[in-house]
């Protein structure tokens, strides 16, 4: 294994994307519909990750064969698991989600599925399909919804992503996931021969399948998650850039029906992202925590006192402010965690505070000066499911601009990411107290002390990344770490035992995490320090030798 890490900015990175780098349409969906998988090869079979089955019709891995086995998996576990509510189906502004929202939709047809997809071929945020089904199944027992978003989420223009949420709304467990993607790569594996499908005007035709509105409804709710009022007493003006995804029939409404001054910076929609400022690799990314795919937004940052944006499928956020410009993931959790904890009422003492094993320890800090309990668990929105759910768990945030909360009455509001509430949340935050999130970190910080966080890639075999996923605390031998003793070495989750695919070593002012990336030849080395920018430099440099001697790999 070589050193440095693989951390090479694009040239063109924060800069608006040149044609040549646009996908190509027409062969995206022409590739969609007449490839084959070559089943011998492990990246064209279906792989359920963190959040669904991704990959692009260019590269094998997501075609009509894919969705096809996939969505009749979907049907078999329904039925296996009693679930016969109607299936909620919402798709984002990606290139292939509507190709693959039809495919979806003639095999659901096909199994006499009950589906409702929004009207007139529109769009639909991932939260905004999380509180539908919840929303349905409230005061149920027995016919309860579930639902599929088809969304890569902020990933490049020529991806598509396939997701199931089971009736608590949230991204699908691993027990969920392993059947339907071990399922659907039989079915593949078999010509797709066990696939029930009618035609496209057929299965539209179908009285099972309905057309009905899922951005009024929610929008209407938002004030029993969100303080709207504060928000408009104020007259703040927001400014609102949906980076082309699905979040802009919400934002717009939004401001219509809750006469809050919502500017839409940008209201273009083009699945080749072409308006897009290139990201930290030179690929397009809607990426709201990204610097360089935001290079837009934050030169609105003296227009507004605050701009926020949502990538395609609205689960994550960004937020920008006049006072710090755009703020990292990490920043923002702690601010929205410690406002939440001080100005909802009637949450319980007891709901817990969750975040992932990679985010940073201010969380910690903010939560245990407010006398609140943190539940930190792996990487994936998932393990916060259970939590939000039964209102357990207030706040579940991770460091890659993902999280959700409870209702103002406690109750749940969305199981996924909801990138619209974090967002309105900024506002509220500003229009309440007078200081914007930028200003309150500040204070945070004056007070809980400076955090130096970073996350890099380094290069990783195949094998290697399998032995980090695998490693145990014993093989890592070394007692200090950056000069400072070591107090843990973690391979499982403090908050709830699960393995968290990968090491973290913590000392009394710093930590580093190491985790395999699922897709490629890298493993992800997340840090922080409290002291100083040269020790989270040391911490660094230690981790990647430490982690490369217990995996076995070469300096």
């Given at each position: 294994?070589?050193?440095?890490p693989?951390?090479?900015?694009?040239?063109?990175?924060?800069?608006?994307?040149?044609?040549?780098?646009?996908?190509?349409l027409?062969?995206?969906?022409?590739d969609?519909?007449?490839?084959?998988p070559?089943?011998?090869?492990?990246?064209?079979?279906?792989?359920?990750?963190?959040?669904?089955?991704?990959?692009?019709?260019?590269?094998?891995?997501?075609?009509?064969?894919?969705?096809?086995?996939?969505?009749?998996?979907?049907?078999?576990?329904r039925?296996?698991?009693?679930?016969?509510?109607?299936?909620?189906?919402?798709?984002?502004?990606?290139?292939?989600?509507?190709?693959?929202?039809?495919?979806?939709?003639?095999?659901?047809?096909?199994?006499?599925?009950?589906?409702?997809?929004?009207?007139?071929?529109?769009?639909?945020?991932?939260?905004?399909?999380?509180?539908?089904i919840?929303?349905?199944?409230?005061?149920?027992?027995?016919?309860?919804?579930?639902?599929?978003?088809?969304?890569?989420?902020?990933?490049?223009?020529?991806?598509?992503?396939?997701?199931?949420?089971?009736?608590?709304?949230?991204?699908?467990?691993?027990?969920?996931?392993?059947?339907?993607?071990?399922?659907?790569?039989?079915?593949?594996?078999?010509?797709?021969?066990?696939?029930?499908?009618?035609?496209?005007?057929?299965?539209?035709?179908?009285?099972?399948?309905?057309?009905?509105?899922?951005?009024?409804?929610?929008?209407?709710?938002?004030?029993?998650?969100?303080?709207?009022?504060?928000?408009r007493?104020s007259?703040?003006?927001?400014?609102?850039?949906?980076?082309?995804?699905?979040?802009?029939?919400?934002?717009?409404?939004?401001?219509?029906?809750?006469?809050?001054?919502?500017?839409?910076?940008?209201?273009?929609?083009?699945?080749?992202?072409?308006?897009?400022?290139?990201?930290?690799?030179?690929?397009?990314?809607?990426?709201?925590?990204?610097?360089?795919?935001?290079?837009?937004?934050?030169?609105?940052?003296?227009?507004?006192?605050?701009?926020?944006?949502?990538?395609?499928d609205?689960?994550?956020?960004?937020?920008?402010?006049?006072?710090?410009?755009?703020?990292?993931?990490?920043?923002?959790?702690?601010?929205?965690?410690?406002?939440?904890?001080?100005?909802?009422?009637?949450?319980?003492?007891?709901?817990?505070?969750?975040k992932?094993?990679?985010?940073?320890?201010?969380?910690?800090?903010?939560?245990?000066?407010?006398?609140?309990?943190?539940?930190?668990?792996?990487?994936?929105?998932?393990?916060?499911?259970?939590?939000?759910?039964?209102?357990?768990?207030?706040?579940g945030?991770?460091?890659?601009?993902?999280?959700?909360?409870?209702?103002?009455?406690?109750?749940?509001?969305?199981?996924?990411?909801d990138?619209?509430?974090?967002?309105l949340?900024?506002?509220?935050i500003?229009?309440?107290?007078?200081?914007?999130?930028?200003?309150?970190?500040?204070?945070?910080?004056?007070?809980?002390g400076?955090?130096?966080?970073?996350?890099?890639?380094?290069?990783?075999?195949?094998?290697?990344?399998?032995?980090?996923?695998?490693?145990?605390?014993?093989?890592?031998?070394?007692?200090?770490?950056?000069?400072?003793?070591?107090?843990?070495?973690?391979?499982?989750?403090?908050?709830?035992?699960?393995?968290?695919?990968?090491?973290?070593?913590?000392?009394?002012?710093g930590?580093?995490?190491?985790?395999?990336?699922?897709?490629?030849?890298?493993?992800?080395?997340?840090?922080?320090?409290?002291?100083?920018?040269?020790?989270?430099?040391?911490?660094?440099?230690?981790?990647?030798?430490?982690?490369?001697?217990?995996?076995?790999?070469?300096?």
């Amino acid at each position: 294994m070589a050193h440095p890490p693989s951390n090479a900015l694009s040239p063109m990175a924060g800069k608006p994307a040149p044609r040549s780098i646009l996908v190509d349409l027409a062969r995206l969906e022409r590739d969609y519909y007449q490839r084959k998988p070559d089943l011998s090869d492990p990246t064209q079979l279906v792989s359920f990750g963190t959040s669904g089955h991704r990959g692009s019709s260019l590269r094998g891995s997501f075609t009509e064969a894919h969705i096809a086995a996939i969505t009749q998996a979907i049907c078999e576990y329904r039925r296996a698991n009693g679930v016969d509510g109607p299936l909620h189906m919402g798709k984002d502004t990606h290139g292939l989600s509507e190709p693959a929202q039809r495919t979806a939709l003639e095999v659901l047809a096909a199994n006499d599925v009950e589906t409702i997809i929004q009207r007139n071929g529109g769009v639909t945020p991932t939260p905004v399909i999380s509180w539908a089904i919840l929303t349905y199944n409230r005061g149920r027992k027995a016919h309860l919804a579930d639902g599929i978003v088809i969304t890569p989420s902020h990933n490049p223009p020529e991806d598509g992503g396939f997701k199931y949420d089971p009736p608590n709304g949230g991204p699908a467990d691993v027990e969920a996931t392993r059947w339907i993607q071990d399922r659907a790569n039989e079915l593949l594996q078999a010509g797709n021969t066990g696939v029930k499908r009618v035609p496209f005007a057929a299965a539209f035709r179908k009285s099972t399948t309905h057309e009905q509105d899922f951005v009024l409804p929610y929008v209407r709710d938002l004030g029993n998650v969100v303080d709207l009022e504060v928000i408009r007493e104020s007259g703040l003006e927001l400014g609102v850039d949906p980076l082309g995804g699905a979040s802009k029939p919400v934002w717009e409404a939004i401001g219509a029906l809750h006469e809050i001054s919502v500017a839409v910076v940008n209201p273009a929609i083009d699945p080749t992202f072409s308006f897009m400022t290139v990201d930290h690799d030179g690929r397009i990314r809607t990426d709201p925590s990204s610097p360089y795919a935001m290079a837009r937004v934050v030169a609105l940052e003296d227009n507004f006192r605050v701009v926020v944006a949502n990538d395609a499928d609205a689960d994550r956020h960004g937020v920008v402010t006049r006072s710090a410009g755009l703020l990292n993931p990490n920043r923002y959790l702690t601010v929205a965690i410690h406002y939440l904890l001080a100005h909802r009422p009637r949450w319980p003492a007891h709901a817990v505070v969750g975040k992932t094993v990679v985010s940073s320890s201010m969380i910690d800090r903010a939560v245990d000066k407010l006398g609140r309990r943190l539940n930190e668990v792996p990487v994936g929105f998932k393990w916060f499911v259970p939590g939000l759910f039964d209102g357990s768990c207030c706040f579940g945030g991770e460091e890659s601009a993902g999280a959700s909360f409870l209702r103002r009455d406690a109750t749940v509001w969305a199981t996924d990411k909801d990138g619209i509430i974090m967002g309105l949340l900024a506002a509220e935050i500003t229009a309440a107290t007078g200081k914007d999130p930028g200003e309150h970190y500040q204070a945070l910080e004056a007070e809980l002390g400076t955090s130096y966080y970073t996350r890099i890639d380094a290069p990783a075999s195949a094998e290697e990344k399998k032995r980090l996923k695998t490693l145990s605390p014993e093989a890592v031998r070394e007692e200090t770490l950056a000069g400072e003793p070591i107090t843990a070495k973690l391979t499982r989750a403090p908050g709830n035992g699960a393995p968290i695919d990968g090491l973290k070593i913590v000392t009394a002012s710093g930590w580093f995490a190491a985790r395999p990336s699922g897709t490629e030849s890298v493993y992800k080395i997340y840090a922080e320090s409290f002291r100083s920018a040269s020790h989270l430099d040391a911490l660094l440099s230690e981790a990647q030798d430490l982690v490369d001697t217990a995996i076995g790999g070469s300096k």
